[in-house]
C-alpha cells in the first residue's frame, strides 16, 4: 500500500524534474510547477474529513489507484504535441490529486488498522518503504525511461515507460480490491442529514486547532525541513546538470542507478534504524540524534558543488549519507505527526498534518530553482546549510510525552 502511496508521488516531484529538463525546460520554471504539484497534498485536510465520513478508508484506496492508472495514461499522450508543457501538467495535476486523496485514506487506514504499539514499531518500516517507492521511481523506472529514450527517442521513450507505471497500478488496484483486511473501525461516519456533516466537518479542523501548543506544533510542520526542501528539488537537477554549467554532469542512467543502489541501502539502514530505536527507546530519547544526522549530511552538496568530483563510487557514497540522514531524520518527524494526531479524529487530523508537511515543502520549493540560477550551485548550498538552522530551533520548543513510542 505505502508503495503505491509513494511512486506517483516521486513522479510528480522528482521523475517530473528529470523528464521536463530532458524536454528542454529551465531550472526556474522546472522547480516552480513541479513544487505547485504539492498544492493537492497541502489543500488535502480541505477533503479529508468527506473521506473518513463519505466511505470507507479501503475502499477510496483502491479506487484511486484505478484513477492514478488513467493519470499515467494522459501523461504518456500529451507528451508528442508541440506545446505539450500545458496539458503534461493538467495530468500531472489529476494525478497528485488523486495521490493525495490515496494518502488520506492510506494514512487512515494504517492508524485504524494497527495499534500504537505496533504504529510505533512500524513508522520507521512505513516511512522506509515509503521511500524506497519514491527512489524506485528516481531508480529503475528513470533508468527503464533513459534506456527507451537511447533506442526510441526522448518522447517515445518516456510515453512507454509512463505507460508502463499506468500498466502497474492498474494491477495494484486489482490486487489491493482483493488483498486488504477489513478492520472493524474502518467505517463511514455518519451523513444522515447535510447539516450534520457539515458541522462534523467543521468541528474537525476546530478540533485541530485547539490542539494545545497549536502554533508550535504548525512551526514545527513547517520549519522541520526547511533547507532539505529546498535541496530535494535542485540536488537532482545539480547531479544531472552537465559539468560545463556547474553540476556534475551524470547520465539519466548513471542518475538512476546511484538513486536505485546505493541511496536504496543507504536509506533502508536509516529508516528501519530509526524505527527500532525509538520503539525500544521512545521518541524523546532519539529526537536529537535524529534532527542533527537527517540536517548535517546535507553539507555533502557544498563539498560535491566546488570539488566536483569525476569518481562515480565518491558521488555514491556522498548520496548515501545524504540518505541515511535522510531515513533517520524523517522517522522523527512522521511519529511526531502521528503524536498530533492522536484523538477522536486521527485520520483528518492526519491528512491536516500532512498538508502542513507538503506545504513546508512546497513554499521553499517555489523559489529554491530561481535561486540557485541567481546564486549558483556553490553559493546555493551554502545558504541550505543555513536554512536547517530553524528545524533546530522548532524541534527545541515543541511538547513531547516521555513514553510516546516507546513499546510497552
Not at 556553490?378 to 541550505?384: A, E, G, N, P, S
Amino acid at each position: 500500500m505505502y508503495l503505491a502511496e509513494g511512486l506517483p508521488n516521486a513522479v510528480a516531484t522528482t521523475v517530473a524534474l528529470i523528464l521536463y529538463q530532458e524536454l528542454g525546460i529551465s531550472n526556474g520554471r522546472i522547480t516552480f510547477y513541479t513544487s505547485l504539484f504539492y498544492l493537492p497534498w497541502v489543500l488535502k485536510p480541505l477533503w479529508s474529513p468527506f473521506i473518513d465520513i463519505l466511505r470507507t478508508r479501503r475502499l477510496w484506496i483502491w479506487q484511486t489507484q484505478f484513477l492514478l492508472c488513467v493519470a499515467f495514461v494522459g501523461i504518456a499522450m500529451s507528451l508528442p504535441g508541440r506545446n505539450f508543457f500545458a496539458p503534461s501538467l493538467a495530468f500531472f495535476w489529476l494525478l497528485t490529486f488523486c495521490s493525495a486523496t490515496h494518502d488520506i485514506a492510506a494514512d487512515g487506514f494504517y492508524i485504524l488498522a494497527l495499534t500504537e504499539k505496533e504504529q510505533s514499531f512500524f513508522v520507521g518500516i512505513r516511512s522506509t518503504v515509503y521511500r524506497v517507492a519514491l527512489l524506485c521511481a528516481q531508480g529503475p523506472f528513470i533508468i527503464f525511461a533513459a534506456q527507451l529514450e537511447m533506442r526510441l527517442g526522448v518522447v517515445l521513450g518516456w510515453q512507454l515507460a509512463f505507460a508502463a507505471m499506468a500498466g502497474l497500478f492498474l494491477c495494484l488496484g486489482a490486487y489491493h480490491t482483493a488483498i486488504l483486511p477489513r478492520p472493524a473501525p474502518d467505517r463511514p461516519g455518519n451523513t444522515e442529514t447535510l447539516a450534520k456533516f457539515f458541522a462534523e466537518f467543521f468541528a474537525t479542523f476546530k478540533a485541530f486547532f485547539e490542539k494545545p501548543k497549536i502554533v508550535l506544533l504548525l512551526c514545527f510542520l513547517l520549519f522541520y525541513r526547511f533547507g532539505e526542501a529546498q535541496l530535494l528539488k535542485v540536488a537532482p537537477l545539480f547531479v544531472k546538470h552537465a559539468r560545463v554549467d556547474g553540476g556534475l554532469g551524470l547520465t539519466t542512467e548513471q542518475f538512476g542507478t546511484f538513486y536505485s543502489t546505493i541511496g536504496v541501502l543507504a536509506l533502508l539502514l536509516g529508516g528501519i534504524t530509526g524505527g527500532i530505536l525509538v520503539s525500544r527507546y521512545g521518541l524523546r530519547r532519539w529526537l536529537w540524534p535524529m534532527v542533527v544526522v537527517m540536517h548535517l549530511p546535507d553539507a555533502v552538496f557544498i563539498y560535491l558543488s566546488y570539488a566536483r568530483p569525476e569518481s562515480l563510487p565518491f558521488i555514491g557514497g556522498c548520496v548515501a549519507l545524504e540518505q541515511f540522514g535522510y531515513g533517520f531524520g524523517f522517522t522523527a518527524y512522521m511519529l511526531y505527526m502521528i503524536y498530533i494526531a492522536r484523538g477522536k479524529h486521527a485520520t483528518a487530523h492526519y491528512a491536516i498534518c500532512t498538508g502542513f508537511m507538503a506545504l513546508g515543502v512546497m513554499l521553499p520549493g517555489l523559489w529554491s530553482g530561481k535561486l540557485q540560477e541567481m546564486l549558483g550551485y556553490q553559493h546555493f548550498f551554502i545558504w541550505v546549510m543555513l536554512a536547517t538552522i530553524p528545524g533546530f530551533i522548532v524541534t527545541a520548543l515543541i511538547p513531547l510525552d516521555a513514553e510516546f513510542g516507546k513499546k510497552k
